[in-house]
C-alpha cells in the first residue's frame, strides 16, 4: 500500500476544527490526538505516520492558548515548531502533501487593509512567534505543504469566543468587550469543509500551487459587537444574555497583545481552489442554539 492510498490524517482530535472534521462523517477523514499522535513526541508521530500510511496529513493541533503562551513559552514552541517540523520531516520523506493550519496571530495587526499571505509577518506576541516558527519549519522541510492561516474561529465545539460570552453572561450583568479588534469571524464545520475540498484539489495529479493561503469567513465585524449579535441570538430562544460594554484594548489589557486587525484576505483561496467561506451570521446562529440547549 502506498503512501497516497490511505486516509486523509488529521492531526488534533478535541479542538475545533478536528472536532468539526470529524462531525462531517467522512470515513477517508481520521482524526488522532494525544496519546498516539503527541506533536512534542517524534517517535509517536512517526509511528503514526507509518502505521497509517495517510495519502494527506492535516495538521489540527498545536498549543492555542494564546495569554498563558506569554509564560509557557517552551511548551508553545514545542508544539506550534518543533512538532510541526518533525510532522514535515516525516511527510516529505513519504511524499505526502501536508496541510499545516496558522493564525491571523502571526501578524501585527496595525494594516489598514486586511493581510494577504504575501504580508509581512510580524508577530507581537509570544503564540504567533510559535506559530510563525512553525510555519517557517513546515516551508523549510516539506516541499508539498499548504500552510493555511485562519482567523475568530467559532462553532459549537471546544473552547470559543461564543461559548465564553455565553458562559461569562451566565455570571453577569454586564460584560467588558474589545471595539476596537476587527476580524472575519469563520464558522469551523465551514472552514472544515473548504479544507477538505481544498484537500481533494491538492491530491489531483499535477498540483503544485504549494504556499501560503487564508480561510476565513466572509464579512468583519469587531468583538464587540460580535459579542452583541450573540446575546441578541440567545434572547430569541431564552439563552443568556448580558449588556455588552464596548471597551479600547488599550484600556483592557491582557498577558499577550492582539492585533487590532485580524482580517485575513482569503483572495488567493479563492482563486486558487474556489473556495470562499459563507458570513458568520449562520453559523452563529447554529452555535448559539446548540450551545444553550446543552446547558439548558
Known amino acids: 500500500m502506498t503512501a497516497r492510498s490511505g486516509p486523509i490524517l488529521v492531526i488534533g482530535s478535541s479542538g475545533q476544527l478536528a472536532q468539526s472534521l470529524r462531525a462531517m462523517g467522512r470515513e477517508d477523514v481520521v482524526c488522532v490526538g494525544r496519546p498516539d499522535a503527541d506533536l512534542a513526541d517524534p517517535i509517536k508521530l512517526a509511528d503514526l505516520v507509518a502505521k497509517m500510511t495517510p495519502r ?53 495587526g496595525r494594516k489598514e487593509a486586511p493581510y494577504t499571505p504575501e504580508d509581512l509577518a510580524e508577530p507581537i506576541n509570544a503564540y504567533g512567534r510559535s506559530k510563525l516558527a512553525g510555519e517557517e519549519a513546515v516551508a523549510l522541510s516539506c516541499r508539498k505543504h499548504l500552510i493555511v492561516r485562519v482567523s475568530w474561529v467559532f462553532s459549537e465545539h471546544a473552547d ?29 464545520p465551514d472552514l472544515a469543509a473548504g479544507l477538505l475540498e481544498i484537500a481533494g484539489q491538492v491530491l489531483q495529479p499535477g498540483f503544485e500551487d504549494w504556499g501560503i493561503y487564508h480561510l476565513a469567513g466572509g464579512s468583519e465585524v469587531d468583538r464587540a459587537s460580535m459579542a452583541e449579535a450573540i446575546f441578541a441570538e440567545s ?16 484600556d483592557y489589557p491582557t498577558p499577550a497583545e492582539r492585533p487590532l486587525n485580524a482580517r485575513l484576505d482569503a483572495g488567493k483561496a479563492n482563486r486558487v481552489f474556489g473556495v470562499a467561506l459563507p458570513n458568520w451570521q449562520i453559523g452563529l446562529q447554529k452555535s448559539v442554539r446548540v450551545l444553550v440547549a446543552q446547558d439548558s
Open 235 to 250: 434572547r430569541t430562544i431564552g439563552g443568556p444574555a448580558a449588556r455588552v460594554l464596548p471597551v479600547l484594548t488599550q
Open 160 to 188: 470559543n469566543f461564543v461559548r465564553t460570552m455565553l458562559k461569562i453572561a451566565r455570571q453577569r450583568d454586564e460584560i467588558s468587550v474589545v471595539r476596537d479588534q476587527i476580524g472575519y469571524p469563520t464558522y469551523c
Open 56 to 108: 494527506l496529513v492535516l495538521n489540527a493541533g498545536g498549543y492555542t492558548k494564546v495569554d498563558p503562551a506569554e509564560t509557557q513559552t517552551s511548551e508553545a514552541f514545542a508544539l506550534n515548531r518543533d512538532g510541526p517540523a518533525t510532522l514535515a520531516r516525516l511527510c516529505a520523506s513519504a511524499d505526502i502533501p501536508l496541510i499545516h493550519i496558522s493564525t491571523d496571530c502571526v501578524f501585527d
